[in-house]
């Protein structure tokens, strides 16, 4: 099977931990090359990966001809123009999530990246391509809950460094970005479509004036979807999916180990029972789908607007709270 030779632009945590491992494990993934604002982390990340060339800026790297893709695990603010300057360079791209700051950056790339139209651009949500999403999307709509009335979903951390990404606001810190998008961006996967109106309610924090912690509430016309988000809080993830018949509980909704199988806790009149879903590598098949989309010529599993539509949602949380109101979409 051919391969796409990718190029990984920045080596921050999620690239060297996660995606990289996951890239060279992968059916259809090569990663060629990586690059750093510093030539000497490039190199000691190139050779701790095994990673065949290292570039001292991402320039280099972007001028790099056998270079087919690029993922970019840089800071939010930089999503957004990096992106644009991959596609510039004629290379495919996997950005991760948040695709940008807001949802004027995240409009201004998709109209960009519709002047690349054999180029491929997504956002790196993971956890959407991981098979107990899938299941979960499928038993929902083949009315296993009866029908979906609400979701309620939490994600949080606890992480007070200033030096940390998460808490530099003009690099595009706190919780919203950073872990408040999964909130948002599942519930419109499980309902299908798009909040009628939103409130939010946003704690920020006095010294670094990042949102460290927010609640919202997406209001879909047939029912809701409650979260909090939060990085001042104990670690915690869970996802409840209710319907009129039944309920589903997703019990590590948003990093699930590769190593063990994941587990919906499905319950309705006839008794409750657990689902079990083979053990996967997500960011190994978010690579290998979006690869796959490049060697056949096909569509990205996520669209653009679908990132778009999200950050939309997003910016519409922290307006509300600005507003305390409601904000119509």
């Not at 972007?62 to 993922?71: F, P, T």
């Not at 909130?183 to 004036?209: K, N, Q, T, W």
């Not at 690579?287 to 679908?306: E, M, R």
Request: hydrophobic share 40%; aromatic share 8%.
């Amino acid at each position: 099977m051919k391969q796409v030779s990718w190029g990984i632009l920045g080596t921050a945590r999620i690239a060297t931990e996660h995606v990289i491992p996951a890239m060279q494990r992968g059916k259809r993934t090569r990663v060629a090359a990586i690059a750093s604002r510093s030539a000497e982390k490039a190199g000691l990340t190139a050779r701790k990966h095994h990673i065949p060339r290292a570039y001292g800026s991402y320039d280099d790297l972007l001028a790099d001809r056998s270079i087919d893709a690029v993922y970019i695990p840089l800071p939010n603010h930089m999503h957004v123009p990096w992106t644009i300057r991959c596609l510039e360079a004629g290379k495919h791209v996997l950005c991760e999530k948040p695709i940008g700051l807001n949802a004027g950056e995240a409009e201004r790339l998709a109209k960009t990246a519709a002047k690349y139209p054999d180029l491929k651009v997504m956002e790196a949500f993971m956890y959407r391509l991981h098979p107990q999403w899938q299941k979960t999307r499928q038993l929902v709509n083949d009315g296993a809950i009866g029908h979906l009335k609400t979701i309620q979903s939490f994600f949080s951390f606890y992480n007070d460094d200033p030096e940390n990404i998460r808490n530099i606001q003009k690099t595009g810190g706190g919780a919203m970005l950073d872990i408040g998008c999964y909130c948002v961006s599942l519930s419109r996967f499980i309902f299908d479509a798009e909040p009628e109106r939103i409130l939010g309610i946003v704690d920020y924090d006095p010294v670094m004036h990042v949102d460290r912690m927010a609640s919202g509430i997406l209001d879909f016309g047939s029912g809701t979807s409650t979260f909090t988000c939060g990085i001042r809080l104990a670690p915690f993830q869970r996802v409840h999916i209710t319907g009129t018949a039944g309920r589903i509980d997703i019990e590590i909704p948003f990093n699930m180990p590769a190593d063990r199988p994941a587990g919906l806790v499905l319950q309705t009149a006839a008794g409750t029972g657990k689902i079990k879903i083979r053990p996967c590598n997500q960011y190994a098949v978010q690579a290998d789908l979006f690869s796959g989309a490049i060697l056949n010529h096909g569509p990205v599993p996520v669209p653009l607007d679908d990132a778009a539509a999200n950050m939309k949602a997003v910016d519409a949380v922290i307006q509300s709270s600005k507003k305390t109101d409601w904000i119509k979409l």
